[in-house]
């Protein structure tokens, strides 16, 4: 498995960060379920006042914008870090590119 590739030669933290990503929305998903079942139980509830009904989901969609934006914020700074593992892989493409062709010319200027 690439976790115990000791040689380093695979990068293993793009996976980490599709399963973070997940978690990530997975999370998200059990806060916005949590907030509107919250919601649906408190208004319901004999004790709450009109005030205590109309201010509980206003502070819940505020909390659920910022969360949201939290998330949005999460997955940028996810990409940026995949974007430098893929710039890291391409850097390795070209030196053994560029170092295949140089012992190809090398050979052949032996051969002449």
């Not at 980490?16 to 997940?22: A, E, G, H, S, T």
């Not at 006042?49 to 934006?69: D, S």
């Not at 430098?84 to 050979?107: G, I, Q, T, V």
């Amino acid at each position: 498995w690439d976790l115990f590739d000791l040689q380093l030669d695979r990068y293993v933290t793009p996976m980490i960060l599709r399963v973070l990503w997940v978690f990530v929305l997975v999370l998200f998903a059990a806060q916005t379920l949590a907030f509107t079942l919250g919601y649906v139980i408190f208004l319901f509830s004999p004790g709450a006042t009109w005030r205590e009904k109309t201010l509980f989901p206003i502070g819940a969609i505020f909390f659920t914008v910022f969360l949201a934006f939290g998330v949005l914020i999460c997955r940028v700074v996810l990409e940026t870090i995949v974007v430098f593992f893929n710039m890291a892989a391409s850097l390795k493409e070209l030196n053994e590119r560029e170092a295949y062709d140089l012992n190809r010319n090398h050979a052949e200027k032996s051969h002449s």
